[in-house]
């Protein structure tokens, strides 16, 4: 199987992936093109949430050398934490976001 890569530009991400909000933690972190409180843990029931979606739907913040990326799919290496769009990748995409 091979996976296209996608170069996805932040504002691109915002308009493409509307965000979920993190309904399980109201001081979720995270704001992101109007989307707030979206950032999920790496543990405990707010990874068991993130573990039932779609991988497709699910992007991990990730810290590569002091700079933040939004990769899709679930990552381990690096990760800070998850965020779940309402939009799911296509079948076979990889895709990053940079983020400023």
């Not at 199987?1 to 996805?8: A, G, L, P, R, T």
């Not at 993190?22 to 949430?49: I, K, Q, V």
């Not at 991988?55 to 998850?82: K, P, Q």
Request: aromatic share 10%.
């Amino acid at each position: 199987m091979s996976e296209d890569f996608i170069e996805v530009t932040e504002d691109d991400f915002v308009s493409k992936f509307p965000l979920l909000r993190n309904h399980l933690n109201p001081d979720a972190s995270m704001s992101l093109g109007g989307s707030e409180g979206c950032l999920f843990e790496t543990y405990g029931a707010e990874l068991d949430f993130v573990l039932r979606q779609d991988d497709r739907a699910v992007w991990t913040l990730v810290d590569a050398e002091g700079e933040l990326f939004l990769m899709s799919g679930r990552r381990v290496v690096d990760r800070i934490g998850f965020v779940v769009s309402t939009v799911l990748i296509p079948q076979g995409a990889f895709a990053q976001v940079r983020l400023s």
